[in-house]
């Protein structure tokens, strides 16, 4: 699955300064374009499935506003990434066993943060919302579409692949850094039902839970350079 940067976040992220009046007091406004990457912590929280989270990776990038007037900034951008987790199965469904197995999830993410200097701006606190279109699960080796998903009596790992791929999660985190350089900790919840889908899909769930329902967590450490 194949992603691309629209062409015009990276025109709206172009380099530049601005000079605004306050109060007879001029300040410059310092926009930009930061570049990241660095490593995630994937995980789906769900009473369907036993799961275990999976390591992953994610890049992207933002445009960032500078306000030195204000306690706060802002930046807004897109991360890609690819996230893995593992799903508690078996190979046939009359053995009880228990073989872990893997997915992986490819997603793009679309979001607007708010940052909290402190510190003289050395550490920041941020939030803010995510807009997130998503892959479908996929299995890392497919010998293992026709495992059995523990929990259930006849739900195969291939069913539950048809995931929601539009989704919305709320981000918090903290960064910390001097000059171009910071290092970002995030945590990111999905607050839509990523599992919804596999709802409307006349799956067997017998011997389990008949609704499905799964919110997504992402913890992600990257580091992050201003350009």
Not at 175 to 188: C, D, E, K, L, T
Request: some cysteine; charged content about 15%.
């Amino acid at each position: 699955m194949k992603f691309r940067f629209p062409i015009l976040l990276v025109a709206l992220a172009l380099c530049f300064v601005t000079t605004t009046h306050a109060q007879h007091t001029t300040y410059a406004i310092k926009n930009g374009i930061a570049i990241q990457g660095g490593i995630t912590q994937f995980d789906i929280n769900t009473d369907n499935f036993v799961t275990k989270k999976g390591n992953g990776f994610i890049g992207g990038m933002a445009a960032t506003v500078d306000l030195p007037h204000k306690w706060y900034t802002v930046s807004y951008g897109m991360l890609l990434s690819e996230n893995n987790l593992e799903i508690s199965g078996r190979m046939t469904d009359d053995v009880a066993g228990n073989e872990m197995i893997e997915y992986k999830m490819m997603t793009v993410q679309v979001g607007f943060l708010f940052h909290a200097k402190a510190i003289g701006g050395i550490l920041s606190f941020d939030i803010g919302p995510q807009l997130q279109y998503n892959a479908k699960l996929e299995l890392k080796d497919s010998e293992n579409e026709t495992y059995f998903i523990n929990g259930y009596d006849d739900l195969t790992a291939k069913d539950i692949t048809d995931i929601s791929q539009f989704n919305a999660n709320g981000v918090v985190g903290v960064s910390a850094g001097i000059g171009a350089f910071r290092v970002r900790a995030q945590y990111g919840y999905g607050f839509t039902n990523i599992l919804n889908k596999l709802n409307n899909s006349d799956l067997n769930t017998t011997g389990g839970k008949s609704k499905f329902k799964g919110n997504q967590e992402l913890l992600s450490l990257t580091l992050m350079i201003t350009l």
